[in-house]
């Protein structure tokens, strides 16, 4: 068993865990896109970033692929880290305003407005729906294609590959296409909407803790 | 040839190959690194050959086209042995001259000699030219002296007594103690602790017993080329040092990521392994050591990203390069999970050296944190350009004026680039500051791969920044969001300041965006790819500032900020840029000032370029 | 079609199969075809018993691979940072209005395709215009239309064919 110090709290988990299991556990909630339990870390989408404390000076690390080790100190909600959370989040929203998921989020971490140019890509490139391909169906008939700003999530050629057995697990998981924002127009890139008027059902990043959600979802982002 | 056998065997035959050679025999050494090749040294060779041919020469007087010779300025570059007469800017018509003269009679041909632009003095051999007299070229100097295509080149000047010294007289343990005491440090970047990456990896856990060595040769910083000039023109030194390398941590295969751009590097290092193979000095029973070591040559795909070593890997196995989290190392679980040892070339060909020459001596070279040389790729707005080898600690100041001989054209001197993309632009006030891994990065850049890009007034540091970030927009894979929005997002901003668009908060906005790229993104591309701009707003804030507010480009470079204007003093009305203007903008009479209409300007400088008289100002 | 598959099964042949020897793969193909085909990324998929979108992914990524077909000359700018502090980006346009292409596009006759890079490592000769593999030098705004001229191709009927001038 690995012990480490999550916010203040001592724990113990299991070796080969990562901090963000390990935090979930302990009912921590660390906001997440890329990341779902059932698929193997990715890494990519940088929400989840916490920081590491070592002696006097620290790191931001993403949580979903930092193994616990042993004596380790994170913080989940510092001032560090929710800063580059925001700033993370912000550009996100430039690229794919149109999630409902985003624009929660962005609404929750109190962002205010979107500096960046707003360029629709449709796509956060969390890679969920490549995964879910590969790893849950075992088909392989999604991936990335491209590089930089030009990397996309494609079929080969553009055309329903050999290998879809029209599952759908691919929407399904998405984090933008199922839940889209539907707000007919953006001020600053946000919506607002879900923040001020409409209710969150549930806490996107539940993880059956037992803290109560208010209309506003968690406040803890 | 028979396989060497042992190391008696090995110096048994550098005994006979020294035997045969007479050191007195004229021999004409030609630089035939990638400058030269494309100065047309390749021609100046066949006329050399045809000539000594016509006067029976053949026999008598050897011909030897080598690599890079580093003063890339001055090719097609030739060295006359014995007398070490050293001839630049070479021509094929001056081939029958030399034959005649220099290599028959002895006499020195005056024009193709090197002139010191300072003091006019005319250099003799290459120990006379300023641009070698402060280099210290360990690693590099034997470059000259080889052909890089011919073993018994390499092995006449010493080659793999470092190996055979280590295979038969030191543990590995030993081995890698000489190098953690030798200080050397990687030359790739990270400038990691050499020895210690070999410790770990020799003693991680690997439940089959395999481990890998890899030679990163995927140089892709613009402005650096040192590793490809090693690979041309030396590669014995990369894969002797990737051998005892591969001893020390136990490994039996070994990779060569070579960049795809480099077709003679390729060339060159394949020819090495299979004569390498041939002698005895690779693949089965090592010199009859039992020790055994294979290397693979794998092309690079055209992706900078690849140079970052988890990428490389994932690149070797077949996917595309896309890095993952680093948190354990490679040299735990690297190359097919198993653990690997990647360096960079030019700390593979140090590796020798330290071998032979011991860690003491290689020690008392460089500054406390940083040992050795390091090859610098001197470029941009400098006089002398080309590669330099110096002791670590030398300053900015020493490389750029006693070694590259200042800015051309008396401009003054603004900013040098180190690092590649990832480095920083430092200006005239840090001139003065000792180069070293530590000292580089307490200021904002690093050492990379020891690319020196040289910048004059006519530079816009805007510009520049805009210049990298677009490469690393292009660059990077795109997997984690901070690379590859948040570069993309600095892209707009910077192309907004350099277009005249730029508005009050957008240097804050480069500055957090900046930040958040140093501390989240996945990989070491993303860490540092806000270097040049963070640096250049470090020193150059006022230029920002300029393009913001005036919407003005001091340096003239900016297109959106600038005009063509033809100083009515100066034009003699000759007509020829009316000639060259595509939009048809210029008007004038014949021997009349012309004058260029704004509106139809589109500022591509083709009238500036082509006027005789310099009546053509940017303002 | 049929003698493609054959072609892509030898080259596959000669890496064994492997799966880690996609990269090696597919620059042969394009050595052999001067680009990636459709067809033959679909045989390399199929001979490797990969999904065809891995392959993709893989000759997407690498900026040395092209799926487009290439013209009879490839016209490479460099734009490493000493060409272009030396002026490249002013080249770069230049050879652009020449052949009216944007760099990655071939022109409409297959004549040319347009390319950048980003260093060739011979600094020293900065800016550099690379076609077909020959080094131009130190060049200048006005040395470009030079320069690409010498690869007019005679056509058939005997007369030189005016390089597309876009004003």
């Known amino acids: 068993m690995i012990e480490l110090t999550i916010d203040g709290i001592k724990a113990k988990v299991e070796e080969g865990t990562t901090v963000l299991e390990a935090a979930r556990e302990m009912g921590i909630i660390i906001p997440t896109l890329c990341y779902h339990p059932g698929l193997s870390p990715y890494g990519a989408c940088r929400v989840c970033m ?156 539940c993880t059956g803790c037992s803290e109560s959600v208010s209309p506003q979802g968690h406040k803890v982002y | 040839m028979r396989s060497l056998r042992s190391a008696v065997e090995l110096e048994q035959l550098r005994v006979k190959i020294l035997s045969q050679r007479k050191p007195e025999k004229p021999c004409i050494s030609i630089c035939g690194g990638t400058g030269c090749h494309a100065y047309g040294c390749e021609d100046v060779a066949k006329a050399l050959k045809s000539e000594m041919k016509r006067q029976g020469l053949s026999k008598q007087v050897e011909l ?11 090719g097609p570059l030739m060295v006359l042995h014995p007398q070490k007469i050293f001839y630049q800017r070479v021509s094929p018509g001056d081939v029958s001259e030399i034959i005649a003269e220099t290599v028959i009679k002895g006499n020195i041909i005056d024009r193709l000699l090197y002139i010191d632009p300072v003091n006019e003095e005319k250099a003799q051999s290459e120990e006379d030219v300023p641009f070698y007299k402060r280099q210290q070229r360990l690693v590099f100097g034997n470059n000259g002296l080889i052909d890089p295509t011919n073993i018994e080149d390499y092995l006449a000047i010493g080659g793999y007594s ?65 590793d490809r000039s090693l690979l041309e023109g030396n590669p014995h030194s990369v894969v002797e040092g990737m051998v005892i390398g591969a001893y020390a941590v136990g490994a039996h295969d070994g990779y060569v990521y070579v960049r795809l751009e480099y077709p003679l590097a390729l060339n060159n290092l394949g020819i090495a392994l299979g004569q390498a193979r041939e002698y005895g000095l690779l693949g089965q029973n090592i010199l009859g050591s039992g020790f055994d070591f294979n290397v693979k040559v794998s092309r690079g795909g055209g992706a900078f990203i690849c140079g970052e070593s988890t990428a490389l890997m994932a690149s070797l196995e077949g996917r595309v390069g896309e890095p993952r989290p680093k948190h354990i190392h490679t040299a735990l679980q690297g190359l097919y999970g198993k653990p690997t040892n990647l360096n960079n070339v030019e700390t593979w060909a140090n590796v020798p050296l330290i071998i032979n ?177 963070l640096s ?84 | 079609m049929v003698n493609d598959y054959e072609k892509v099964k030898a080259i596959v042949d000669r890496y064994g199969g492997k ?36 392959i993709c992914g893989v000759a997407t990524f690498f900026k040395a691979f092209s799926l487009k077909p290439r013209g009879e000359h490839t016209v490479t700018v460099c ?35 347009l390319e950048t890079v980003n260093c060739l490592g011979a600094c020293a000769l900065g800016p550099i215009l690379v076609v077909d593999g020959k080094y131009h030098g130190q060049m200048s705004l006005g040395k470009v239309k030079k320069v690409l001229n010498r690869y007019k191709k005679v056509q058939k009927d005997g007369r030189h064919e005016e390089l597309k001038v876009s004003s």
Not at chain 1, 179 to 200: E, F, H, R, T, W
Not at chain 2, 171 to 197: A, H, M, Y
Not at chain 2, 370 to 387: E, P
Not at chain 2, 571 to 583: A, D, K, M, S, Y
Request: hydrophobic residues 35%; neutral net charge.
């Open chain 1, 50 to 205: 916490v920081e590491v404390v070592k002696g006097d000076h620290s790191s931001l690390e993403a949580s979903c692929t930092l193994p616990v080790e042993q004596g380790q100190v994170i913080l989940t909600n510092s001032e560090k880290v929710t800063r580059a959370r925001k700033l993370i989040v912000e550009l996100l929203l430039s690229s794919c305003p149109n999630s409902k998921t985003l624009q929660d989020m962005a609404a929750n971490m109190g962002i205010n407005k979107v500096r960046f140019k707003i360029k629709d890509r449709g796509c956060i490139l969390c890679g969920r729906c490549v995964r879910y391909c590969k790893e849950q169906m075992k088909s392989g008939g999604i991936g990335f294609v491209g590089r930089g700003t030009s990397r996309r999530v494609a079929t080969a050629f553009d055309v329903t590959p050999e290998e879809c057995r029209n599952c759908g697990g691919c929407e399904w998981i998405c984090p933008v296409c199922e839940k889209a924002c539907m707000a007919d127009s953006l001020i600053d890139g946000l919506c607002g909407g879900c923040q001020n008027l409409a209710p969150v059902e549930t806490c996107l990043v």
């Open chain 2, 64 to 74: 030897k086209v080598t690599g890079c010779h580093g003063f890339c300025e001055r």
């Open chain 2, 162 to 226: 470092a190996l055979s010294k280590v295979l038969f007289n030191m543990q590995p343990e030993e081995v890698i103690e000489e190098i953690k005491k030798s200080g050397l440090r990687g030359r790739g970047g990270g400038g990691f602790p050499t020895g210690r990456k070999w410790d770990s990896c020799r003693n991680a856990p690997s439940s089959d017993g395999i481990r890998y060595v890899i030679c990163n040769a995927d140089e892709g910083d613009p402005g650096a080329y040192m």
């Open chain 2, 357 to 533: 020459r011991g860690a003491d001596w290689y020690s008392q070279i460089g500054t406390e944190g940083s040992k050795g040389t390091k090859i610098f790729s001197l470029v941009g707005k400098i006089n002398n350009t080309g590669l330099v080898e110096v002791p670590m600690g030398i300053t900015l100041r020493e490389i750029i004026y006693d070694i590259g001989g200042g800015i051309p054209r008396g401009k003054k001197f603004k900013a040098i680039q180190t690092g590649g993309p990832s480095g920083g632009c430092l200006p005239e006030s840090l001139i003065d500051l000792p180069v070293d891994f530590d000292r580089l990065t307490d200021v904002g850049s690093m050492m990379g791969s020891g690319g020196m890009i040289v910048m004059d007034e006519g530079t816009c540091m805007v510009d520049i920044a805009r210049y990298f970030v677009k490469f690393l927009t292009e660059e990077s894979c795109g997997k984690c969001v901070p690379c590859r929005e948040g570069l993309d997002r600095m892209l707009d901003i910077l192309t907004d300041i350099t277009e005249g668009r730029g508005k009050e908060g957008d240097i804050e906005l480069l500055e957090e965006l900046g930040g958040l790229l140093k501390e989240t993104s996945l990989c070491a591309l993303g860490t540092t790819a806000s270097n040049p701009v």
């Open chain 2, 536 to 619: 250049t707003i470090k020193y150059f804030r006022g230029e920002y500032e300029a393009h913001i507010r005036e919407k003005r480009c001091p340096a003239g470079v900016c297109k959106a900020l600038i005009t063509f204007i033809i100083d009515a003093e100066k034009c003699t009305g000759c007509g020829l840029c009316l000639r060259e203007c595509p939009q048809e903008a210029i008007s004038g009479e014949k021997k009349k000032p012309h004058v260029i209409d704004q509106s139809k300007c589109i500022r591509c400088g083709l009238c500036r370029d082509s006027c005789k008289f310099e009546a053509i100002i940017v303002a």
């Open chain 3, 19 to 54: 799966h880690d020897s996609v990269i090696a793969i597919l620059q042969d193909v394009q050595s052999e075809y001067h680009y990636l085909p459709e067809h033959t990324l679909r045989a390399v998929a199929s001979q490797l018993d990969l999904p065809l979108i891995q």
């Open chain 3, 79 to 113: 734009l490493g940072t000493a060409c272009h502090v030396r002026g490249a980006p002013a080249v770069l346009d230049e050879v652009k209005r020449q052949l009216g292409i944007e760099p990655g596009n071939t022109t409409a006759d297959m004549r040319f395709t």
